[in-house]
């Protein structure tokens, strides 16, 4: 998403408009995505394999290899398939006179997790196959590490990309450990009673709340490139924590976007509900309470967000950083954690609710006069 944002950015400030610094816009930001998603993907499996010893108490040595070898190459593959569809996706939207913000980071933020988790069964299983073959894995794992080099000279001939490759890993790394935190409450509370259905409902209230606060990030990012310059706040933005009503309740572009956005939510949360019920049936909890208290958990999620993003940005920006580099991943992150924490939450409570209303059924009876 932040490639997404950094090119939507970009063509909307014209940097893409001459055909020369478009090839080197490009390229540099497609060099760069590969060598954050070799180093990503590695670090990623490493979490994987140490939350997962520290949930079971034992670590497996044997699927190491497997698990590392099968991050580091799909991370590679989605980052390509991704990046060279989000310059696809923001060059058309250019010429046929579109906001790219509002395209290419939800496409973007939808399509990643779809083509990361297929290419990511195809490889694993690919390499489970053949767990034989003693030294396939570390030989992928080498030979992917190896590339960094290359992509570093092509990134090299745009110096705020190379600033992004210096400086900009902190905020990827950071992002992740936090939605790792949604990771583990997911974890805790898949195989519980009371939460059974979880797992389906997660995807869609993280996907909505990070597909959103992307797209008025970026959108915050694109307004600030355009009418000020790094380190300096427009004067209708100096306040670092602006009121929440200013956000949401003016007649200013950014906060017109931000309602625009909350006003989705409950629409699309219902739309996914029903194509919930209607594949899953009886396995997902479907009583009135439950949706009332799951739409407005997804609420609360993207109003912090949103309040977030406004807040983030003018911080960042404020420090010469790129709101494109610096806040969608936190952002993001964040996502991930309150959805799973909200939802979580959700489900508690209609099942508190669920078991109170029938332990009165049950007792009912019992006290009745004869």
Request: overall charge neutral; proline content about 5%.
């Amino acid at each position: 998403m932040t490639l997404a944002s950094r090119l939507s950015t970009a063509a909307n400030t014209g940097q893409i408009d001459d055909p020369r610094e478009q090839h080197r816009v490009i390229s540099s930001n497609l060099a760069l995505i590969q060598v954050q998603a070799t180093v990503v993907g590695l670090l990623a499996a490493m979490a994987a394999l140490l939350l997962g010893a520290l949930s079971r108490g034992e670590l497996d040595f044997a699927k190491v290899e497997l698990l590392c070898a099968s991050s580091v190459i799909t991370a590679f593959l989605a980052a390509f398939a991704l990046g060279m569809l989000m310059v696809c996706i923001v060059m058309g939207a250019r010429k046929l006179g579109v906001n790219p913000d509002n395209i290419a980071t939800p496409i973007a933020a939808s399509l990643g997790d779809l083509i990361t988790l297929s290419i990511l069964a195809f490889i694993s299983s690919f390499f489970y196959k053949h767990k034989d073959s003693r030294y396939l894995t570390p030989l992928v794992c080498v030979g992917f590490m190896a590339l960094i080099p290359v992509w570093v000279l092509i990134a090299r001939q745009n110096p705020p990309i190379m600033k992004i490759l210096k400086f900009g890993w902190f905020p990827i790394i950071l992002a992740m450990m936090i939605s790792s935190f949604g990771g583990l409450i997911l974890n805790k509370t898949i195989s519980e009673e009371q939460y059974k259905g979880m797992a389906i409902f997660t995807p869609i209230i993280c996907g909505v709340g990070g597909n959103l606060v992307a797209i008025q990030t970026s959108r915050i990012s694109t307004y600030l490139h355009m009418w000020s310059t790094p380190g300096v706040l427009p004067l209708w933005m100096k306040k670092f924590w602006p009121n929440p009503c200013s956000t949401f309740c003016t007649s200013e572009i950014n906060s017109m976007s931000a309602r625009v956005l909350l006003f989705l939510v409950i629409p699309g949360h219902l739309i996914f509900l029903y194509i919930i019920y209607l594949v899953e049936g009886h396995s997902v909890p479907n009583s009135k309470t439950f949706v009332v208290f799951y739409l407005l958990a997804g609420l609360i999620q993207v109003t912090i967000l949103l309040y977030l993003a406004e807040v983030m940005a003018r911080l960042t920006w404020h420090q010469a950083l790129d709101p494109d580099n610096h806040c969608i991943p936190y952002l993001t992150g964040l996502g991930d954690l309150l959805g799973t924490g909200l939802l979580a939450l959700c489900f508690l409570i209609s099942w508190l609710l669920r078991s109170e209303a029938e332990l009165d059924g049950i007792s009912e009876p019992v006290s009745a006069p004869p």
